[in-house]
Every structure is written in C-alpha cells, then in structure tokens.
C-alpha cells in the first residue's frame, strides 16, 4: 500500500495529539479510505516529516496521534525560484503543481500586459491562497515537506525593478534563444 501524507498546519511533536478538520477527515476517511489505527505522515513545511496514527474520526474532524520524526530526503538544496506569467483557467494551477513536484522553493506569479488575467487585491490573495493549496497537494504527491512560497501576483515591471541578491543566478528562458542553458554551468547558489 502506498504511503499516505499530509499537509497540516499545525506544529509537530513526538506525542502531540493533533484534531484536524472536516476537509482532512473527508480527505483520510471519503477519499484516502483510511481506518482508525492506519498510519500517515504528516508534514507542516517547517518541522519535518512525523507518522502519526490516526485514532478517531469525529464529526466534523479527525484526530491523529504524532509518534516519530521520518528521515526524508525529498528537497534539493537548490534555491529556484520561479517566475510566472499567469494564465488563466486550470493552466496556472497545473504550473504550481508541476513546479513544487521539482523543487522550487518560491513561485512569483506576474500579471503581464498582454495576459488576458486582471486580478484587483481582493481577487488576487485569493487566488495566491489557492495556489498555496495546490502547492500543499503537490508535496503530498510528490514527498516533499516543504511547500512553494507562493507571492502576491504582482506586474512583471514592478518584479523586474526589484533588487537580486548577489549570490544568485538569475535566468530567463527565452524560446529560441541562441545560447542554450547548458551553457550557462551550474550556478553557485540559487537560480531565479
């Protein structure tokens, strides 16, 4: 049986009894088909990942007993962050997903002139906490226990003005471009 995990936002411990919402108890009981006394990890992108024992379903919530810290090896020391113009529909949601899956630790979505998506402030957090959803799922899938940060939509401009750090190596892919990336080397801290 393959290994089910978790994303929580609760703090982990050795002992910790964790009561998790009606979302997580249909998650491990509708679709996971979990039972009591089954085993999970649980992960909350800050204290690694723990097995816990899930040990009643209520109604409304579940309740898992945190027991040991797992050795996971999933996350790449790379620090890649990614830069996207958004796109409407599912395509955005598909990038989110596929770029947590290979580990990259931050995603800036940006609006672009020429992109059909217009986003007001109330609309674009709400979007950007979506995203953070989807990110969540991915780790799950995919063993990582850490999950993108996702920014706040912002225009491509006002990211372009922005200060980088000298220690990374900042990249942008162009389709058809005369130099491949292959040339560029490995970088000597984190791409961007």
Same mark, same amino acid.
């Given at each position: 049986?393959?290994? @089910?995990?978790l994303?929580?936002?609760e703090t982990?411990?050795a002992?910790?009894e964790?009561r998790l919402?009606?979302?997580?108890?249909r998650?491990l009981?509708r679709?996971?088909?979990l039972?009591v006394? $089954?085993?999970v990890?649980v992960?909350?992108?800050?204290?690694?990942e723990? +097995?816990?024992? !899930?040990?009643?379903f209520?109604k409304?919530h579940?309740t898992?007993?945190v027991?040991?810290i797992?050795?996971?090896a999933a996350?790449?020391?790379?620090k890649?962050?990614?830069v996207q113009? !958004? +796109? #409407?529909?599912?395509?955005?949601?598909?990038?989110?997903? @596929?770029?947590t899956?290979?580990?990259?630790v931050?995603?800036?979505?940006v609006l672009?002139?020429f992109?059909v998506? @217009?986003?007001?402030? @109330?609309?674009?957090?709400k979007?950007?906490?979506?995203?953070?959803?989807?990110a969540?799922s991915?780790c799950?899938q +995919?063993?990582?226990v850490?999950p993108? #940060?996702i920014d706040?939509?912002?225009p491509l401009?006002?990211?372009?003005?922005?200060? #980088?750090? $000298?220690? +990374?190596?900042?990249?942008?892919?162009?389709p058809?471009?005369?130099?491949?990336?292959?040339?560029v080397g490995e970088?000597?801290a984190?791409l961007?």
């Open positions: 049986m393959p290994l @089910k995990r994303y929580v936002a982990l411990a002992g910790a964790l919402g009606e979302e997580a108890a998650y009981g679709v996971l088909r039972r006394g $089954d085993t990890h992960f909350n992108g800050d204290d690694g723990w +097995s816990a024992t !899930i040990n009643r209520g409304g579940v898992l007993a027991h040991d797992v050795a996971n996350e790449t020391g790379l890649m962050q990614l113009g !958004i +796109s #409407r529909g599912e395509r955005m949601d598909f990038v989110v997903q @596929k770029a899956e290979l580990g990259v931050r995603i800036t979505p672009t002139d992109g998506v @217009k986003l007001d402030g @109330k609309r674009a957090e979007r950007r906490l979506h995203w953070q959803r989807v969540a991915a799950e +995919s063993g990582r850490r993108p #940060r706040a939509p912002l401009n006002d990211w372009l003005g922005q200060p #980088r750090g $000298d220690d +990374s190596t900042n990249l942008i892919l162009v058809g471009a005369s130099r491949p990336l292959t040339d970088p000597p984190g961007c």
